[in-house]
């Protein structure tokens, strides 16, 4: 689902940033999207490297008791639809069907790359 607009600020964007202001960078408007976002996938790696999982993921299971233990009733549907409408169609996030889990993914980095590459080779177009 779309919404709204992209903006991106050169000048804020370094080689290393944490999660926090890349989220920042992400949800510009919507203060509890941000919050949401960066409380999952901060907990998604804690959580596997708790339990020693080489790669951060998580159950569908571990993700739907935390997100009602820690949002409550209230906020749970925010939560959900963040997971849903952002984190997973922006590559943050991948759901490996199969295997019942969720994962934190690379696919985010992959589609940047992409965009890079297709911007650069619409300037070497004459």
Not at 16 to 39: G, N, Q
Not at 47 to 69: H, M
Not at 96 to 102: E, G
Request: aromatic share 12%; charged share 35%; net charge positive.
């Amino acid at each position: 689902m779309r919404r709204g607009y992209a903006f991106l600020d050169k000048d804020a964007i370094k080689g290393r940033m944490p999660l926090e202001k890349i989220v920042d960078l992400l949800f510009t408007t919507t203060v509890s999207y941000r919050e949401i976002a960066l409380e999952i996938l901060s907990w998604i790696k804690e959580k596997a490297e708790e339990e020693g999982r080489p790669d951060p993921w998580v159950s569908r299971a571990e993700l739907s008791k935390f997100i009602n233990e820690r949002f409550g009733k209230h906020r749970r549907s925010t939560a959900y639809k963040v997971v849903r409408e952002f984190l997973l169609p922006m590559g943050l996030l991948a759901l490996d069907a199969d295997r019942d889990r969720y994962r934190v993914s690379r696919e985010f980095a992959r589609t940047l790359r992409r965009l890079a590459e297709a911007y650069e080779a619409w300037l070497r177009l004459r």
